[in-house]
């Protein structure tokens, strides 16, 4: 009875080490195994088989990992403070370096996002902030995936979502856009009348032309006058008339 039992447990153990021997990795994950302490392969897809008691295997996931990074603290060159916010997306292409070279690849690719978040925007103006996001967007992602490369991470996008504002500066912002908008309607004010200026110079002088241009004038003038009803009555005065008089005086 006693070695039935004994036989019993036996079967048992054998069956339960050879299970563990088998591991089943997904189509995105792969299986860095380790053989005495030892780096040996990277296995997976599918069925993974290892030698109990010598091999051990950590798993790693290839799809894409969005980074949520928190809400820092920024100094703009312009001596502006912004918190500014942002996500990653990142992957793993190198398992190996992955668990190799770095403890937590997910912790510390999210602290280098903070670091290298507030280092490039601090370049930065507070005007390229709101007006150039593409391009620091691209600043960023080239920092990052520079420094990740050693960890077999790739960055694939990182995208800045809010820059928030205090109210003095909202204020002050605010102001500035308002001036900016006189700015431009007096500018287009001006550039009216240059070209309102210009047009008058090439009537009087198609005027000059024809001496009885003028007078067609002064009649359509009159004619314009004589609709609104009124009894103003104008005699036109030639103004070499009065240049004439200048000179006598």
């Keep these: 009875m006693h070695f039935e039992l004994s036989f019993i447990v036996l079967v048992v153990l054998l069956i339960g080490l050879l299970l563990s021997a088998f591991r089943i990795l997904r189509e995105y994950q792969r299986g860095v195994v380790f053989q005495l302490g030892r780096f040996w392969r990277v296995k997976g897809p599918g069925l993974v088989i290892l030698i109990p008691g ?32 942002a996500v990653v997306y990142f992957r793993v292409i190198d398992p190996q370096k992955a668990i190799i070279q770095v403890e937590d690849y997910f912790a510390a690719t999210s602290q280098l996002a ?16 709101l007006a150039e996001r593409e391009r620091l967007n691209s600043d960023i992602r080239q920092v990052l995936d520079a420094q990740t490369d050693a960890w077999g991470i790739k960055v694939a996008n990182v995208e800045i979502k809010h820059v928030d504002l205090d109210e003095s500066m909202v204020r002050a912002i605010a102001k500035q856009a308002e001036a900016e908008r006189e700015r431009r309607a007096k500018v287009i004010h001006a550039e009216g009348e240059l070209q309102a200026s210009e047009k008058l110079m090439q009537a009087a002088e198609v ?21 609104d009803k009124n009894s103003t009555i104008i005699f036109p005065l030639p103004i070499e008339l009065l240049q004439g008089l200048n000179k006598q005086a």
């Design 114 to 129: 903070q670091t290298t978040l507030r280092a490039v925007l601090g370049k930065h103006e507070l005007d390229e902030m």
């Design 54 to 85: 010598l091999q051990q295997m950590v798993r790693v996931d290839l799809r894409t990992i969005v980074l949520d990074v928190p809400t820092q603290d920024v100094i703009s060159r312009d001596n502006v403070s912004v918190k500014v916010n």
């Design 207 to 227: 005027l000059n032309r024809q001496s009885g241009a003028m007078q067609l004038r002064y009649m359509q003038t009159l004619s314009n006058i004589a609709v």
